[in-house]
């Protein structure tokens, strides 16, 4: 069998991998990680979602700065293409591109 045969969005290897982290990796280290991963993720989803509700509202951009909002956009675009071509984590990259469509909305 081809060492590096695909499987959905991970190779084979990729498998063994994850079986030789759990084994040789410290327990406790691995739930401090795996917790502050969850704690992460729920404190971004509160952000978007805080985002949202505040641009929800928004009829008008009097009192912000267009500028910073385009900035913000071609920023975000650069990370994401950055850490698409180093082959980042779906975990790391997914947010990063909804934060873009998130720019993209506010601009609209």
Same mark, same amino acid.
């Given at each position: 069998m081809e060492q590096n045969k695909k499987m959905g969005l991970q190779s084979e290897g990729d498998f063994d991998?994850?079986?030789r982290m759990f084994l040789e990796t410290n327990v406790i280290l691995l739930t401090v990680t795996a917790c502050v991963s969850t704690l992460h993720t $729920? %404190? +971004?989803v509160l952000a978007f979602k805080n985002d949202i509700q505040f641009w929800q509202g928004r009829e008008s951009l009097e009192g912000l700065s267009v500028k910073?909002?385009?900035m913000s956009l071609g920023m975000s675009c650069i990370i994401f293409l950055y $850490? %698409? +071509?180093n082959e980042t984590s779906l975990m790391i990259i997914a947010p990063q591109g909804f934060g873009i469509l998130l720019d993209f909305w506010k601009l609209k």
């Open positions: 991998e994850y079986k $729920l %404190f +971004e910073s909002l385009y $850490l %698409f +071509e």
